[in-house]
C-alpha cells in the first residue's frame, strides 16, 4: 500500500488516540485502519503503537515518527494543492485558543473563514491550560500573556489592556475599594494556572514596575469561564483583560474598580513550530486570526480610557 496513505491513518490514529475514531474520520471499517498500522509497522521493522483494551498510546518511535511525518504530511498537501484551479486551501487545521477568545470573539466568526475555504476543515481546543504545540499536534496556538518557550515562533499581535472588575452586588456588601490600603478588608478572586499553586494576589504597576499585594479570597479558580463567574456571583474582585468584560461592563453586570492601580497589559501571540514550509492553510488561517485580534485589542484599547475616567 502507498506510504503517504499509510502514515495519514497513523496520524489520525496517533492524534484521536483511538482505532475507532480514526476509522470514523477517515471513512474507514476499523479492521482496515488496524490493517494499515499493522502494515506500516511491518514496513518500518518497529512497534508504533501501544494497544490495550483501554487506550492507545504511541511508543518512542511511534512519538519520533509522528514528528517526523506529520510536517511530511503538510508539505504533501501543499505540492498535491500547488497547480490546483484557484490553489484551493484543503486539509485539516488544528489549532488551541483561549476559553474566553475562542467563546467571545472567535467561534461567532470563524464561519467567516470556513465560507472562504469550503474544503478545509477545522479542530478547535479551547483551553486556558498551556498545551504542548508539538507533542499535541497543533498548527497553532493563541496565547495571551507571556511567552516563555524559544523553541517556538511567535507572532506577537498586541496588548490587551487589562481592568480591575467586581459585581454591584459584591461593591454593596462590602463598598468600594478607593485606595490599596482598602484591599485589607476585601476579597480577591484567586486565579492559578495549576490548582494547589500559589496566586501572586493583585498586582499593579507603580513606578514602572510590576507589585503584587497579597489579598484574601475564599474562592480559587483556574480557567476564565469560572474566574469571571465568581465575580458575578459577588465572590471578590477580578483582573482580566478589558475585552472579556466589555459587555459585562457595559451592562451593568460588573463596574471598574481602581482604574488607577490595573496590571500590565497582556501580550497576544500566535505561536507555531519551526517549519520552513509553513502549509498556506495555516499562514492563511493566522493571518484572518491576528486581523480579528488586532480589532479586538484595537476596540479594548480604545474604551479602556473612557470607561477608566468613568470609574474614577
Not at 16 to 37: H, K, M, N, Y
Not at 52 to 59: G, L, N
Not at 205 to 211: D, I, P, T
Request: charged fraction near 25%; charge should be neutral; aromatic fraction near 6%.
Amino acid at each position: 500500500m502507498n506510504l503517504i496513505e499509510l502514515l495519514r491513518t497513523f496520524v489520525r490514529v496517533y492524534e484521536l488516540a483511538s482505532f475507532t475514531g480514526a476509522a470514523d474520520s477517515l471513512g474507514l471499517p476499523r479492521s482496515t485502519v488496524s490493517e494499515q498500522i499493522r502494515a506500516l509497522e511491518e514496513r518500518l521493522g518497529t512497534r508504533l503503537l501501544q494497544r490495550t483494551t483501554r487506550k492507545v498510546q504511541p511508543t518512542q518511535d511511534g512519538l519520533l515518527l509522528y514528528g517526523r511525518c506529520r510536517d511530511m504530511l503538510d508539505q504533501v498537501d501543499e505540492v498535491e494543492g500547488l497547480f490546483r484551479e484557484g490553489k484551493t486551501l484543503a486539509g485539516r487545521l488544528r489549532i488551541d485558543l483561549p476559553i474566553a477568545l475562542a467563546r467571545n470573539l472567535v467561534m461567532p466568526r470563524l464561519s467567516e473563514f470556513l465560507n472562504l475555504h469550503p474544503a478545509l476543515e477545522v479542530e478547535v481546543s479551547a483551553t486556558d491550560r498551556r498545551v504542548d504545540l508539538v507533542r499535541e499536534g497543533f498548527d497553532c496556538v493563541l496565547r495571551i500573556g507571556e511567552v516563555t518557550d524559544p523553541s517556538l515562533v511567535a507572532r506577537r499581535l498586541g496588548r490587551y489592556p487589562q481592568a480591575n472588575c467586581a459585581s454591584p452586588a459584591y461593591l454593596k456588601r462590602y463598598g468600594r475599594p478607593l485606595t490599596l490600603d482598602d484591599l485589607a478588608n476585601h476579597h480577591l478572586v484567586h486565579y492559578v494556572p495549576v490548582l494547589g499553586a500559589r496566586s501572586t494576589g493583585f498586582e499593579y504597576m507603580e513606578n514602572g514596575k510590576l507589585r503584587c499585594l497579597p489579598m484574601q479570597g475564599r474562592v480559587t479558580v483556574n480557567n476564565s469561564d469560572s474566574y469571571k463567574l465568581a465575580c458575578l456571583d459577588g465572590f471578590g474582585l477580578i483582573q482580566v483583560p478589558l475585552a472579556g468584560v466589555r459587555e459585562s461592563l457595559e451592562s451593568g453586570e460588573l463596574e471598574l474598580v481602581l482604574p488607577d492601580h490595573v496590571p500590565p497589559s497582556m501580550d497576544a501571540s500566535l505561536l507555531y513550530a519551526h517549519r520552513h514550509n509553513l502549509p498556506r492553510r495555516v499562514r492563511a488561517f493566522m493571518d484572518w486570526l491576528a486581523a480579528l485580534i488586532e480589532q479586538d485589542i484595537e476596540a479594548a484599547q480604545t474604551l479602556a480610557p473612557r470607561l477608566h475616567a468613568t470609574a474614577r
